[in-house]
């Protein structure tokens, strides 16, 4: 069937076509099928999808992503992609073998594979999971799907949280400390997807973070660290539109996950590398026992990629800092680099920084380079070659000024602060798009209260956006307050 392409404005990530319903009924296809275009010398494969409204019969809607098509083209079914088959092989809890996953990897990376079927990836490795061989031969096609940096250096740092605990603003400071040990450490970082905050909208706070690879390894060059976002450097790009694909129910599979963080680090040059597992209620890790298992397995892949891979397993029952929110944890951040700030964080930033510089064979203290200012001194260099401002102060970051105190209303102890429900609270309240929206914890686990004293303060940059935070505070527990009369209650 000839048809005539015309160009329209709308938003997909797939090379997609639209065609009027007769049109389809002619070419026997439907929505989310496949068409096949030739014009010239030049064959597109596109996604269907059916809008009468906006294309009449004998006319092709053509999106940004394939405008190359145009005038009068020939157009007929096109078949799936062969990687839909191995989708489905995974489906059917079948292991799949290298060549099909790298089928998979090309197709995603393509954008060939319409959302349905990548949603259908992700569910299938949610659901059956990976094998240690799928997960390596995965991780190497994630890698290779996207640019590799090379250093000069034989030792090359680097640091990961799998993330889950709120106010884990650890990755800063542990940059900082590193980098002043003379070792080179090209930190990428994401933005937030279903938290408050990331580390590159945290940092986005100080400075820039938006670069491209070329001037991330300057500024490495430079300052030997950086705080760059993943998503504008290219490095393992297929990562990012999986985790798009399951974003949306929070899934987070241990196979997949490993290769996320492994195809990564190998792609940005890295050669030593600190894994931080945190486990316990409400983070993504539940038990000590789940954090062992995927400890070993890191190593297993690690070691075949050729990296050298430490694991730490932490708890994670709880937030770190006690700011939650861009302009909150940065807060947090300088305040220790400046030798204060929450003890938590500072303790867990320690011990990273020290078990990483020896797995890369440093003889330095963190603590000394913390407390002597080498590593505040290097942080603000960093910023500056990020065109941030190198004499930033505390009272210079400034969170919402519209604030809410919660109150507890009890005597007791408190026995548990719920990192999903602090998160949603900071969310709500406009976290991260508002830098200056969040909370701040007053209290941690343990601590006793009486009735009054502040638990936590919400800070929101819009009054209506903090009394929606608050409503969703005061109709839920994050911070639960626990008195002896419930011990009682619990023994009967």
């Known amino acids: 069937m000839r048809l005539t392409a015309k160009e329209v404005d709308i938003g997909t990530r797939h090379p997609t076509v639209l065609l009027n319903t007769a049109d389809a009924e002619e070419l026997a296809v439907n929505p989310l099928d ?11 494969i596109a996604i269907v999808e059916l809008m ?9 809607g053509v999106t940004k992503g394939i405008r190359h098509v145009t005038g009068e083209v020939e157009v007929k079914p096109a078949p799936r992609p062969r990687s839909v088959e191995y989708i489905r092989k995974k489906l059917d809890d079948i292991e799949l073998e290298r060549h099909e996953l790298v089928a998979i990897v090309h197709d995603i990376d393509a954008n060939r594979l319409s959302d349905v079927e990548l949603g259908a990836y992700v569910t299938g490795v949610y659901t059956n999971g990976l094998s240690l061989s799928e997960t390596t031969y995965l991780t190497e096609c994630m890698t290779e799907a996207g640019k590799v940096v090379m250093w000069e250096d034989d030792v090359v740092a680097d640091k990961h949280s799998i993330g889950g605990v709120a106010g884990n603003r650890v990755t800063p400071i542990v940059v900082a400390i590193v980098a002043a040990c003379g070792l080179k450490i090209p930190k990428t970082s994401s933005r937030a997807v279903t938290s408050p905050a990331g580390t590159a909208d945290t940092m986005e706070v100080f400075c820039e973070v ?27 790009p297929v990562d990012d539109k999986i985790i798009r694909a399951e974003t949306p129910l929070s ?21 030593h590398v600190v894994v931080d597992l945190p486990y316990g209620e409400g ?11 995927l400890a070993e397995d890191f190593k297993r892949v690690a070691e075949h990629l050729g990296l050298t891979v430490e694991c730490t397993i932490t708890t994670g029952e709880q937030p770190i800092g006690r700011g939650i929110g861009p302009v909150l944890e940065a807060r947090d951040v300088l305040a220790v680099l400046e030798g204060g700030g929450p003890q938590e964080l500072r303790l867990k930033a320690l011990r990273l920084a020290d078990i990483l510089l020896e797995c890369c064979g440093i003889d330095e203290d963190a603590t000394a380079v913390l407390d002597s200012g080498r590593a505040l001194e290097r942080f603000r260099r960093i910023v500056a070659a990020q065109d941030g401002d190198p004499d930033v102060t505390m009272a210079d970051l400034e969170p919402g000024a519209e604030t809410a105190v919660v109150e507890s209303e009890r005597d007791g102890v408190v026995t548990h602060v719920n990192n999903r429900l602090v998160s949603a609270i900071a969310r709500r309240a406009g976290a991260p798009r508002d830098a200056g929206a969040g909370l701040y914890l007053h209290r941690r686990e343990d601590d006793e209260v009486s009735v009054g004293d502040p638990l936590f303060t919400i800070y929101a940059e819009q009054a ?5 935070a608050l409503e969703l505070a ?7 307050v626990r008195g002896p009369e419930d011990a009682l209650v619990e023994r009967l």
Not at 37 to 42: C, F, G, P
């Open 34 to 44: 496949r068409v096949q275009m030739q014009s010239a010398d030049r064959t597109t």
């Open 283 to 293: 983070a993504k890790v539940q038990s000590l026992v789940e954090a062992r298992e």
């Open 251 to 271: 899934l987070d599979p241990p196979g997949q996950l490993i290769a996320s963080v492994l195809s990564k680090k190998k792609s940005a040059g890295s050669t």
């Open 474 to 480: 005061e109709r839920t527990e994050a911070i639960r």
């Open 210 to 236: 938006e670069f491209s690879l070329e001037e991330m390894k300057e500024i490495v060059e430079e300052t030997n660290g950086c705080f760059v976002w993943g998503g504008s450097v290219n490095l393992s």
């Open 52 to 60: 009468d409204e906006v294309v009449a019969r004998g006319e092709l």
């Open 464 to 468: 209506a956006k903090l009394e929606d």
